[in-house]
């Protein structure tokens, strides 16, 4: 008699182990081979569990493998993929992942093109240089200085007598011997006597306190002489036109003219307003030094703008001073009288002086 609990013939039913309470494989099991290949088990048949399985059903079930009686648990994710707790369909997956590479080929792709016509209908802009600033022909006027700028004379004459240079070395040599801080600088822009607005442009340039300009036709020589630091001093814009000494009227007095009127006449013109200066910022010295010489280079001449009003300002200089020089005041006031007609206040003046001697 054979045990009840043997296998018969080809039978691969599992006998129940007593001691284990597990199932396990009997003799008479086949399993063919002992490699197991991926998913895939090769044999005849397997049992797991307590329960008949074909081969190539096993999910997440024990699997036999070779000869050993040992079972390993192998997970099979079959048709969806696990992302933690997220079950995504394989088929939604893959679907996700080519539209994800379609949107980046597709967005790349606009960028690019997109960059290139950009490029191409955009002009590039074209840099614009600089102007390369042109350096002055001299220095700008400083704080402690007084600056003259003397443009360069339009000349239409059949000799240039260069009248702006004779006037520039008559004021500095005037200057130097008064020891003052004042410059006169030739400027090489040609102006006729009628540009008054480039003339002052002109003298703000250099930020000068004085400009002249003027021409010589051969007929007529027109000087102009501009205040710019005071424009509300006497003779602080001021013109001689001389039509008689002329190159071509009367040489020998044009030579004169040029070389000593004219550029000391402009001299009296540039020291007047620098002692009118000293006179506003009652340094009453200095005033009296350099209207004394500015009345010391104008020919006394009554048709010179200014000059009466330099005579009466020096008398009153004299008369007010500390200490007073009533001698001083009273000859002023007499040139100022010989120049002027009926100015009360010159005779008031004098009279006041008369009286204090």
């Known amino acids: 008699m054979q045990p009840d609990n043997m296998l018969y013939g080809d039978q691969n039913e599992p006998n129940q182990n007593s001691d284990t309470g597990q199932n396990v494989v009997g003799r008479d099991t086949h399993v063919h081979g002992d490699e197991v290949s991926g998913d895939k088990i090769e044999g005849d048949k397997i049992t797991a569990d307590n329960r008949g399985v074909a081969a190539g059903e096993v999910n997440n079930s024990n699997v036999v493998t070779g000869d050993s009686n040992s079972v390993s648990s192998v997970q099979h994710f079959g048709t969806t993929i696990n992302l933690g707790p997220l079950k995504i369909p394989k088929p939604v997956a893959v679907l996700l992942l080519v539209g994800c590479a379609a949107a980046i080929i597709l967005i790349g792709s606009i960028a690019f093109y997109s960059r290139g016509t950009f490029q191409a209908f955009t002009a590039v802009p074209t840099e614009t240089p600089l102007p390369t600033a042109t350096p002055l022909p001299f220095a700008t006027q400083t704080v402690s200085e007084t600056l003259i700028v003397v443009a360069t004379f339009h000349n239409t004459a059949a000799t240039n007598s260069e009248a702006h240079t004779k006037i ?13 801080q004042l410059r006169v600088e030739v400027e090489p822009t040609i102006l006729t006597a009628d540009q008054r607005t480039e003339a002052e442009a002109l003298g703000n340039r250099y930020n000068a306190s004085m400009v002249i300009w003027g021409e010589d036709t051969g007929v007529e020589v027109i000087v102009n002489f501009l205040n710019l630091r005071e424009p509300d001093f006497k003779a602080a814009n001021a013109t001689i036109a001389e039509q008689e000494r002329t190159q071509l009227a009367n040489p020998d007095a044009y030579a004169n003219f040029v070389t000593q009127d004219l550029p000391q006449t402009m001299g009296f013109f540039a020291f007047f307003a620098v002692g009118q200066s000293y006179y506003l910022n009652k340094q009453y010295g200095l005033a009296i030094e350099r209207i004394e010489a500015a009345v010391t280079l104008a020919p006394f001449d009554a048709t010179i703008e200014g000059l009466p009003d ?5 008398g009153w200089l004299y008369q007010f001073s500390t200490p007073a020089d009533l001698g001083q005041a009273i000859a002023s006031y007499d040139k100022a009288i010989q120049l002027t007609l009926n100015d009360v206040f010159i005779y008031y003046n004098r009279g006041l002086a008369y009286k204090d001697q």
Do not use: G
């Not at 330099?310 to 020096?314: D, K, P, S, V």
């Open 310 to 314: 330099a005579y009466f300002r020096l």
């Open 168 to 180: 520039r070395r008559a004021i500095a040599a005037e200057a130097a011997n008064s020891n003052e």
